[in-house]
């Protein structure tokens, strides 16, 4: 069982930038699939941006492209995500969630979000 921890969520103005992390329990190897999801009020949830370690491939939602930079540290066991630029319509709870098989990065299924593992969420304010 695979936990996941995430940080670094905060309020911001328009242009500003933040970083999250998300800390997983266990190492999670190189198969495995990391993404990051954000769900706004009354909104579906979305596919924001994702990796799987072990190839080191990114891959990331059109609304967020050049914005966000989905990162990984191995030897914490970290995945990060940079934002910058942030908008308005950037506000929301943000998720990191974990899955065993990395071909769920690699054939785009992740933005499905069929993840095994989830985090509890850090919100994220940016004000206008």
């Known amino acids: 069982q695979v936990q996941l921890v995430e940080s670094g969520g905060g309020s911001v103005q328009a242009g500003g930038s933040l970083r999250l992390s998300c800390v997983a329990s266990?190492?999670?190897?190189?198969?495995?699939?990391m993404a990051w999801f954000r769900q706004a009020p009354g909104k579906e949830r979305e596919g924001v941006a994702a990796?799987?370690?072990?190839?080191?491939?990114?891959y990331y939602a059109d609304s967020v492209k050049g914005r966000f930079t989905i990162s990984q540290d191995n030897a914490k066991n970290t995945l990060y995500l940079q934002m910058d630029s942030l908008k308005p319509e950037d506000t929301a709870m943000y998720y990191c969630?974990?899955?065993?098989?990395?071909?769920?990065?690699?054939?785009?299924?992740?933005?499905?979000?069929?993840?095994?593992?989830w985090g509890q969420g850090t919100q994220v304010t940016v004000s206008s």
């Open positions: 969630a974990a899955h065993p098989t990395w071909t769920t990065c690699a054939s785009g299924s992740w933005l499905l979000g069929n993840f095994n593992y």
């Open positions: 266990e190492y999670t190897n190189s198969r495995y699939c």
């Open positions: 990796l799987y370690f072990g190839g080191g491939t990114t």
